[in-house]
């Protein structure tokens, strides 16, 4: 385990403490990333504030059991099971929605107005972004927790492990099948993929 | 053939997880493996393009005010609704374990000896009359202490049936206390007297007229678990005793069936 840097420990210590001021400190370090994963997760803008929301009142509530672990990751655990049990939940009792589903436009946020002539390259990007993410989406909720871990927030396996409650080898299992569907699912875009990813995609892919 | 381990492999290659040997035994097949190469390729730009999705922007700051810091630290009501509801379902069945035996009136004599302090201090006999008067002219909880004989606890302990419900009522008062704690959380107050509203209109009780009758509502649950009130102006008759015995199963039934209908419904809100 990564020893938190001096200062993240006296905050760290002082927000044990009950230092509400220190928390928030903490919290503003990572509310983006949290945020990011928690978008990730779920794909859905409102949704993911309303899980970082709950989670960070969840670590507030915890946090004089956080002893020997840095706030993020430990935070970050606290996003990923609250985005998994808010989507667990709402498969068990599908909700009818009064609006149609549409995809959530602002993803990216690319600092271009809407009313702009967007550059064909950003409007590619974009939409290659609108791919992955639907790609994501599909995913199993164990595969995408594992996914959004480790190619968002760049975790290790083992400290994926820790996050998720499992071992190391269902994190490379999950991984593994998680990374091969989205990119079989990529497949279907395959004009808004990257072009060294179109050279190398072969048929004989799907021999696996 | 690329296996299932040797995506998982390819994977921890990508990701450097491999320790040395591993990777040199899978440079070596990479070197012969042009399925494997061609997999490798596939897998490293799904990744690429998973990570080059943008870090986002929070919407808003959800760094905590200090109200919402109180709000965190405060027990939650869910957690506070659940153990309520918990607790009336287990009176509920205690009340019909224990229910064998136990003539109606002295039971309820218990159950207002354990709900307040102050009906607790009154003389068994003519106590429900006494009680209920007292409830019903809105004499409050301390001046009906200091009309009650001192040796009033101890008549009230021998004219009861050994068991009974004392514990209950307690609880009953415990988790009515519990609500009634002062909080300036005034979202958590409303949703708390919802929670309580069923269990008044369940037993049945009247307007609320006086601090004495309000108590009486909080332990409702327990009240349930007697006969209701019977008419002030006649102690019951033998026939009287037997019936009043049948409706008081069938409320403890119907009390069992909502008591644990409301801790399930809590305990899966929470």
Same mark, same amino acid.
């Given at each position: 385990?990564?020893?938190?840097?001096?200062?993240?420990?006296?905050?760290?210590?002082?927000?044990?403490?009950?230092?509400?001021?220190?928390?928030?400190?903490?919290?503003?370090?990572?509310?983006?990333?949290?945020?990011?994963?928690?978008?990730?997760?779920?794909?859905?803008?409102?949704?993911?504030?309303?899980?970082?929301?709950?989670?960070?009142?969840?670590?507030?509530?915890?946090?004089?059991?956080?002893?020997?672990?840095?706030?993020?990751?430990?935070?970050?655990?606290?996003?990923?099971?609250?985005?998994?049990?808010?989507?667990?939940?709402?498969?068990?009792?599908?909700?009818?929605?009064?609006?149609?589903?549409?995809?959530?436009?602002?993803?990216?946020?690319?600092?271009?107005?809407?009313?702009?002539?967007?550059?064909?390259?950003?409007?590619?990007?974009?939409?290659?972004?609108?791919?992955?993410?639907?790609?994501?989406?599909?995913?199993?909720?164990?595969?995408?927790?594992?996914?959004?871990?480790?190619?968002?927030?760049?975790?290790?396996?083992?400290?994926?492990?820790?996050?998720?409650?499992?071992?190391?080898?269902?994190?490379?299992?999950?991984?593994?099948?998680?990374?091969?569907?989205?990119?079989?699912?990529?497949?279907?875009?395959?004009?808004?993929?990257?072009?060294?990813?179109r050279l190398y995609r072969q048929d004989d892919d799907r021999n696996s | 053939m690329i296996t299932q381990t040797d995506l998982e492999l390819?994977?921890?290659?990508?990701?450097?997880?491999?320790?040395?040997?591993? =990777? !040199?035994?899978?440079? $070596?097949?990479? /070197?012969?493996?042009?399925?494997?190469?061609?997999?490798?390729?596939?897998? =490293? !730009?799904?990744?690429? $393009?998973?990570? /080059?999705?943008?870090?986002l922007t929070a919407p808003r700051p959800f760094t905590l005010t200090r109200e919402q810091a109180r709000r965190a630290r405060a027990l939650p009501f869910r957690q506070l609704a659940a153990l309520a509801s918990a607790a009336a379902a287990v009176l509920v069945v205690v009340g019909v374990l224990t229910a064998r035996g136990g003539a109606p009136v002295s039971v309820n004599t218990n159950v207002f000896s354990g709900g307040t302090r102050a009906i607790a201090a009154l003389p068994t006999g003519t106590v429900l009359l006494e009680v209920l008067e007292a409830v019903d002219t809105e004499v409050s909880a301390d001046s009906a202490v200091a009309a009650a004989p001192v040796e009033a606890p101890t008549l009230a302990k021998s004219a009861a049936p050994p068991f009974t419900q004392l514990p209950a009522p307690t609880l009953a008062q415990d988790t009515a206390s519990m609500f009634a704690a002062p909080s300036d959380d005034d979202a958590n107050t409303e949703a708390m007297a919802d929670s309580i509203m069923p269990a008044q209109n369940s037993a049945g009780l009247g307007e609320a007229q006086s601090e004495s009758s309000a108590v009486?509502?909080?332990?409702?649950?327990?009240?349930?678990?007697?006969?209701?009130?019977?008419?002030?102006?006649?102690?019951?008759?033998?026939?009287?005793?037997r019936r009043d015995a049948v409706d008081m199963l069938l409320l403890r039934i119907v009390t069992i069936v909502i008591g644990a209908l409301m801790a399930l419904l809590s305990l899966r809100a929470a």
């Amino acid at each position: 385990m990564v020893s938190p840097p001096d200062d993240e420990l006296m905050t760290l210590r002082a927000a044990i403490d009950g230092d509400l001021d220190a928390f928030n400190l903490l919290l503003t370090r990572c509310q983006d990333a949290a945020f990011s994963i928690a978008y990730r997760m779920t794909g859905d803008r409102a949704l993911a504030a309303d899980m970082v929301q709950e989670a960070v009142i969840t670590a507030y509530r915890g946090i004089r059991t956080l002893r020997g672990e840095r706030f993020r990751p430990w935070l970050l655990r606290i996003v990923v099971n609250r985005c998994t049990d808010e989507l667990r939940r709402r498969r068990r009792r599908p909700t009818v929605s009064l609006t149609p589903d549409q995809p959530d436009s602002s993803d990216d946020e690319l600092p271009i107005p809407d009313s702009a002539p967007l550059p064909e390259e950003v409007a590619q990007t974009r939409e290659l972004h609108a791919a992955i993410q639907a790609c994501i989406d599909r995913l199993s909720l164990d595969q995408r927790a594992v996914l959004v871990l480790c190619d968002i927030e760049e975790m290790d396996y083992q400290a994926i492990a820790d996050t998720v409650g499992t071992q190391v080898g269902t994190v490379k299992s999950r991984l593994s099948r998680a990374r091969a569907a989205v990119r079989d699912c990529l497949q279907s875009s395959r004009e808004l993929l990257p072009a060294v990813y179109r050279l190398y995609r072969q048929d004989d892919d799907r021999n696996s | 053939m690329i296996t299932q381990t040797d995506l998982e492999l390819l994977n921890a290659y990508i990701d450097d997880q491999l320790d040395a040997d591993q =990777r !040199a035994a899978l440079d $070596a097949r990479l /070197a012969t493996d042009s399925e494997l190469r061609a997999q490798l390729t596939s897998l =490293r !730009a799904t990744v690429a $393009a998973i990570t /080059a999705l943008p870090m986002l922007t929070a919407p808003r700051p959800f760094t905590l005010t200090r109200e919402q810091a109180r709000r965190a630290r405060a027990l939650p009501f869910r957690q506070l609704a659940a153990l309520a509801s918990a607790a009336a379902a287990v009176l509920v069945v205690v009340g019909v374990l224990t229910a064998r035996g136990g003539a109606p009136v002295s039971v309820n004599t218990n159950v207002f000896s354990g709900g307040t302090r102050a009906i607790a201090a009154l003389p068994t006999g003519t106590v429900l009359l006494e009680v209920l008067e007292a409830v019903d002219t809105e004499v409050s909880a301390d001046s009906a202490v200091a009309a009650a004989p001192v040796e009033a606890p101890t008549l009230a302990k021998s004219a009861a049936p050994p068991f009974t419900q004392l514990p209950a009522p307690t609880l009953a008062q415990d988790t009515a206390s519990m609500f009634a704690a002062p909080s300036d959380d005034d979202a958590n107050t409303e949703a708390m007297a919802d929670s309580i509203m069923p269990a008044q209109n369940s037993a049945g009780l009247g307007e609320a007229q006086s601090e004495s009758s309000a108590v009486m509502r909080q332990a409702s649950p327990s009240v349930i678990m007697g006969t209701g009130l019977p008419s002030p102006s006649s102690l019951p008759s033998a026939p009287r005793v037997r019936r009043d015995a049948v409706d008081m199963l069938l409320l403890r039934i119907v009390t069992i069936v909502i008591g644990a209908l409301m801790a399930l419904l809590s305990l899966r809100a929470a």
